[in-house]
Nanobody
Framework: QVQLVESGGGLVQPGGSLRLSCAAS????????MSWYRQGPGKERELVAR????????NYADSVKGRFTISRDNAKNTVYLQMNSLKPEDTAVYYC???????????WGQGTQVTVSS
């Protein structure tokens, strides 16, 4: 059974940091491209950051470049999102996504809430 379980969300003050984790199981993690998406209040879901298979490249939404870092640990089947210098506009539910390029295989986690507020 495929599972993506996010953790690490919470309430943080502006300028603070959080690290999100997404633990994967039920599929060959190292073969999949991993991404973080977010959906803020009244907004559509948007891509935040993506990392390709081991040794591959990363890319980020313009709004988070220089503040967020995506990484993966294939030994632990886990992808991370380090979020620094958080802003109120980063408030959203953050979702982990796995997809296998060239196929229709794609999985989503349940999401973790991040709230940036003083």
């Amino acid at each position: 059974q495929v599972q993506l379980v996010e953790s690490g969300g919470g309430l943080v003050q502006p300028g603070g940091s959080l690290r999100l984790s997404c633990a994967a199981s039920g599929f060959t993690f190292s073969r999949y491209r991993m991404s973080w998406y977010r959906q803020g209040p009244g907004k559509e879901r948007e891509l935040v950051a993506r990392i390709t298979r081991p040794g591959g490249s990363t890319n980020y939404a313009d709004s988070v470049k220089g503040r967020f870092t995506i990484s993966r640990d294939n030994a632990k089947n886990t992808v991370y999102l380090q979020m620094n210098s958080l802003k109120p506009e980063d408030t959203a539910v953050y979702y982990c996504n796995a997809d296998l390029m060239g196929t229709n295989a794609a999985y989503w986690g349940q999401g973790t809430q991040v709230t940036v507020s003083s």
